[in-house]
């Protein structure tokens, strides 16, 4: 994808770079004129080892450029997982998804600004779901509101806070890692070790294929099982094998998916009722799986005020959201 160079002013151009565990995308994002049609990217593959991984970042920031003066120039956001210090542009922890990131601290920031030749210090790191709710709130659904909560459910699930037009990092920069939340006693594999009943082990896609795994070991021998498992071990089955059985109206995969909904619904309460805020937006690859007027409702019984009448939508930026709000984070430096 190409953009056209009328109305581009330095002002309102920026580099955002989302970091994943397979895959890295940068993007030159112009957040006055944003067009999701317009914004020329580049995606690699998310390599393992220290020296490839911030050689790649730098060659995607060289790539998305029009010249080489505004890789030197313009504003850089990167986005990626795990606890960040945004003043030290350092990955402080939860980053075991990128295996490049062999210790902790980890000083991508730096890293980067001298891959390119940069001052070190200009390039501003950012959590990825923060990142996330920022671009949702500049240019996405949530544009112009002041109190805005994101949940990402992927993988696993992530958050982020904008209370009072301020996004909310806490005081050792891991506020809203609402998947850590426990909403539960007991322990699944899938978790972190030392936690109990976290959110993220409920909530996520793991989370779905886990409980689908467990519903089809106890009821193997039934027929709606059996339609699911086919020629398949039950370790084999995933997330995408329940919402095809939920689709084909299989009993089994429609008490799956109730259940599954039930659990985001239960940290999504809970987020409104702590956060009340103007706007809940849901976002990462299972998003597109809610039924959300299904989760609004589960969810108002829930609530402690009868007055809250939050609006739960879906994030519109979809997997764009990272690069996007790490650009608009690195103009506000």
Request: hydrophobic content about 40%; aromatic content about 6%.
């Amino acid at each position: 994808m190409m953009m056209t160079s009328t109305a581009l002013t330095k002002q309102s151009l920026a580099i955002g770079i989302d970091i994943g565990g397979t895959k890295m995308v940068a993007g030159l994002v112009d957040t006055r004129n944003f067009l999701l049609e317009t914004l020329k990217t580049v995606e690699v593959p998310t390599p393992e080892t220290h020296e490839a991984f911030i050689q790649a970042i730098a060659d995607l920031v060289t790539a998305v450029c029009p010249s080489p003066e505004q890789a030197l120039t313009l504003p850089i956001g990167i986005s990626t997982a795990g606890v960040v210090n945004t003043e030290t542009g350092q990955i402080l922890g939860s980053s075991a998804n990128l295996k490049a990131v062999h210790k902790h601290p980890y000083s991508i920031g730096r890293y980067v600004a001298l891959a390119l030749g940069r001052p070190v210090g200009s390039i501003h790191v950012e959590n990825d779901a923060n990142s996330a709710i920022v671009g949702e709130q500049v240019l996405g659904v949530g544009k112009g509101k002041q109190n805005v909560v994101m949940v990402t459910l992927g993988t696993g699930v992530g958050g982020g806070a904008i209370i009072d037009g301020k996004l909310l990092r806490g005081a050792n920069f891991s506020a809203t890692e609402v998947g850590h939340a426990s909403i539960s006693f007991e322990q699944r594999p899938i978790q972190l070790k030392g936690m109990f009943g976290s959110w993220e082990a409920y909530a996520s896609g793991s989370g779905y294929r886990y409980t689908l795994q467990k519903e089809l070991f106890e009821q193997s021998n039934t027929p709606e099982a059996q339609s699911i498992l086919g020629n398949k071990c039950i370790t084999d089955i995933n997330s995408h094998d329940g919402i095809a059985a939920l689709k084909a109206g299989n009993p089994l995969g429609k008490r799956v998916y109730k259940e599954w909904l039930m659990h985001v619904t239960s940290g999504v309460a809970g987020l409104l009722n702590i956060f009340d805020p103007e706007l809940m937006i849901i976002g990462g690859g299972m998003a597109k799986f809610v039924d959300f007027p299904l989760l609004t409702d589960m969810v108002r019984e829930r609530v402690v005020s009868p007055i809250v009448n939050t609006p739960i939508v879906e994030a519109e930026l979809g997997n764009w959201a990272g690069l996007v709000g790490g650009a608009c984070l690195a103009l506000k430096r």
